[in-house]
C-alpha cells in the first residue's frame, strides 16, 4: 500500500539553525500538507500545497518557514532560524483531492537545543 | 477556530460502546475523524461531508449534524485496538483544523 514518508525521523538542531524537513507524499497525490504537533498536545495545521502554490497557511506559519516542491516527488519544509518553542513532532500529509482523507507520514521528530 | 470535543478522556471494557463529539462554532462544511496511537502519526477513519455523503474505512460510524454543527463517532462493541486519541477535524478549502482529542481508553 503507498504510504508517506518523511525523512529524517529524529532531527537535532541548534537555536537559530536552518532545517530542512522532506517528506515524499504518494505519488498520485496533487495535496500536500504540513502539521506539527507539540509533545502532548494537538495536532496543528500549518501549511497546504497545491499547483506549486501555498494555498492555505495558518498564523504559525510565519516567515521563518517555508514549503517547497523541489522536484516530482519530494514536499520540504524549511525552517529558516530555529527557536526552542519549534521542537515538536512535524507531520506530512497528502491527499488525492481536496477534502478527502488525508494520509500522515510517520513524522520528524524536531528538537532545537 | 478550533472545533470542540467532548468528552475529554473516556475509559471503557472490551466491547462497551462510546461516543465522541465535535462541535464547532462556524459552519461545517466537512468533518473528518482521525485516530492516533501513543508516538505515531494519525490515521484517517472518516469523512463526513455536507449534504450527508461519508466515507470511511473501518466500522466506525459517525453523524453530522450540519444545523447544529455536530458530528458524532459511535464505537460500537470497543476492541482494545480501538485504544488511542481520537481527533475530529473541521476542513475547508484543505485547511483541517483539529480539535483538541478525545483519550479512549480500552481495557480487558
Known amino acids: 500500500e503507498p504510504e508517506v514518508t518523511q525523512t529524517p525521523s529524529h532531527q537535532v538542531t541548534q537555536m537559530g539553525q536552518e532545517v530542512i524537513l522532506r517528506c515524499v507524499p504518494i505519488?498520485?497525490?496533487?495535496?500536500f500538507y504540513w502539521y506539527r504537533q507539540i509533545l502532548g498536545q494537538k495536532v496543528e495545521f500549518l501549511v497546504s500545497?497545491?499547483?506549486?502554490?501555498?494555498?492555505?497557511k495558518s498564523e504559525i506559519f510565519d516567515d521563518q518557514f517555508s514549503v517547497e516542491r523541489p522536484d516530482g516527488s519530494n514536499f520540504t519544509l524549511k525552517i529558516r532560524s530555529t527557536k526552542l518553542e519549534d521542537s515538536a513532532m512535524y507531520f506530512c500529509?497528502?491527499?488525492?483531492?481536496?477534502?478527502?482523507?488525508?494520509?500522515f507520514g510517520p513524522g520528524t521528530r524536531l528538537t532545537v537545543t | 477556530q478550533q472545533p470542540v470535543q467532548s468528552p475529554q478522556a473516556v475509559i471503557l471494557r472490551e466491547g462497551e460502546d462510546a461516543v465522541i463529539n465535535c462541535s464547532s462554532s462556524?459552519?461545517?462544511?466537512?468533518v473528518h475523524w482521525y485516530r492516533q496511537k501513543h508516538g505515531e502519526a494519525p490515521v484517517f477513519l472518516m469523512i463526513?461531508?455536507?449534504?450527508?455523503e461519508q466515507k470511511g474505512h473501518e466500522k466506525i460510524s459517525a453523524s453530522f449534524n450540519e444545523k447544529k454543527q455536530q458530528s458524532s463517532l459511535y464505537l460500537t462493541a470497543s476492541q482494545l485496538s480501538y485504544s488511542g486519541t481520537y481527533f475530529c477535524?473541521?476542513?475547508?478549502?484543505?485547511?483541517?483544523?483539529f480539535g483538541q482529542g478525545t483519550t479512549l481508553q480500552v481495557k480487558p
Open positions: 500545497f497545491y499547483n506549486n502554490e501555498i494555498s492555505e
Open positions: 505519488s498520485n497525490h496533487l495535496y
Open positions: 500529509a497528502s491527499s488525492g483531492e481536496l477534502s478527502y482523507e488525508q494520509y
Open positions: 462556524k459552519a461545517l462544511y466537512s
Open positions: 463526513l461531508l455536507k449534504g450527508g
Open positions: 477535524g473541521t476542513e475547508h478549502t484543505g485547511k483541517l483544523i
